[in-house]
């Protein structure tokens, strides 16, 4: 059971690149969400959704894009780096009130 | 909204007592509790749903009261082990969960 599994573990990106961070989880959870990591700063949402083709925005959206077209697959899409989002991103995946499973994280560099 | 923790950094000894706290300005349904060691994912710990009901580890003791939107976690005869940063997470509805700034915990032998 691989539970939630983030793909690239370690990404550099150039200024204005786009990319995709993938998200994959093999409970059948409806609920998954991306969070990103600075120093100082916790854990802060940037788009969760509630089931298959359904997203919503958390606190800092701005910059990133998500679509949810099957249970398990929640990709989070950067747009046009910035050095500005230079972090660790985190997907978790859950039941309705029930533990939050992450995946290993993303650390992601933007020159 | 972020929840807010407090402290934001505590050192233990081993064996001593430490109750770390979470506070919200909304109204809440549940609080998460998860422990994250440097360079790994966050780990769960705990959640304490609105009605009384707790979800967690047998080990671990956690306080929600509701009217006041405010949680604690108690970490009794502390361990190495136990070191780590530990964030509270709330939820407002939607099962939409938010992290607060996490609170630094070290435990020194």
């Known amino acids: 059971n691989a539970g939630v599994t983030q793909t690239p573990k370690f990404q550099v990106l150039k200024t204005g690149q786009s990319m995709t961070l993938q998200c994959a989880q093999d409970m059948n959870h409806e609920y998954m969400s991306w969070y990103r990591q600075d120093p100082g700063m916790g854990l802060r949402l940037i788009h969760y959704?509630?089931?298959?083709?359904?997203?919503d925005q958390g606190e800092v959206p701005n910059g990133y894009n998500v679509s949810r077209s099957t249970t398990e697959d929640f990709p989070l899409r950067l747009l046009s780096a910035a050095p500005s989002q230079t972090s660790v991103y985190f997907c978790?995946?859950?039941?309705?009130?029930?533990?939050?499973?992450f995946g290993q994280g993303t650390r992601l560099t933007v020159v | 909204q972020q929840p807010v923790q407090s402290p934001q950094a505590v050192i233990l000894r081993e064996g001593e007592d430490a109750v770390i706290n979470c506070s919200s300005s909304?109204?809440?349904?549940?609080v998460h509790w998860y422990r994250q060691k440097h360079g790994e994912a966050p780990v769960f710990l705990m959640i304490?749903?609105?009605?009384?009901e707790q979800k967690g580890h047998d080990k671990i003791s956690a306080s929600f009261n509701e009217k006041k939107q405010q949680s604690s976690l108690y970490l009794t005869a502390s361990q190495l082990s136990y070191s780590g940063t530990y964030f509270c997470g709330t939820e407002e509805g939607g099962n939409k969960l938010v992290f607060g700034a996490g609170t630094i915990l070290r435990v020194k032998s």
């Open positions: 304490l749903l609105k009605g009384g």
């Open positions: 909304k109204a809440l349904y549940s």
């Open positions: 959704s509630v089931g298959a083709g359904i997203t």
């Open positions: 978790a995946s859950s039941s309705l009130r029930s533990e939050a499973f």
